[in-house]
């Protein structure tokens, strides 16, 4: 891997740290639905769910630019599905409401 491509990959995955912390941080968070006034309202552990997966994925990219996981070893797939059932399941979780 370039040097150009580790600083990118990891000021990515610093962002994608720093957005599920600011997730986090808010308390709650309000997402407008396709059919408004309807949104979702994530709080709680919908709430956290939600932070997880950004920054599960920054660390992961993190760890990708450091040589501490390959991109196509197992663990970095399951972090990865895992990053995905946590956003799909913050979804579900979530109250839809006005």
Request: proline share 5%.
């Amino acid at each position: 891997m370039t040097r150009s491509s580790k600083v990118a990959l990891t000021v990515f995955g610093a962002a994608l740290m720093l957005l599920g912390a600011f997730i986090w941080l808010r308390g709650e968070v309000t997402l407008p639905t396709r059919h408004p006034p309807r949104a979702f309202h994530f709080n709680g552990l919908s709430l956290f769910l939600l932070g997880s997966s950004p920054f599960g994925a920054g660390l992961l990219s993190l760890a990708g630019a450091r040589g501490v996981v390959e991109r196509e070893s197992k663990l970095a797939q399951a972090v990865i599905v895992g990053c995905l059932a946590a956003l799909g399941l913050a979804f579900f979780l979530a109250p839809k409401g006005e």
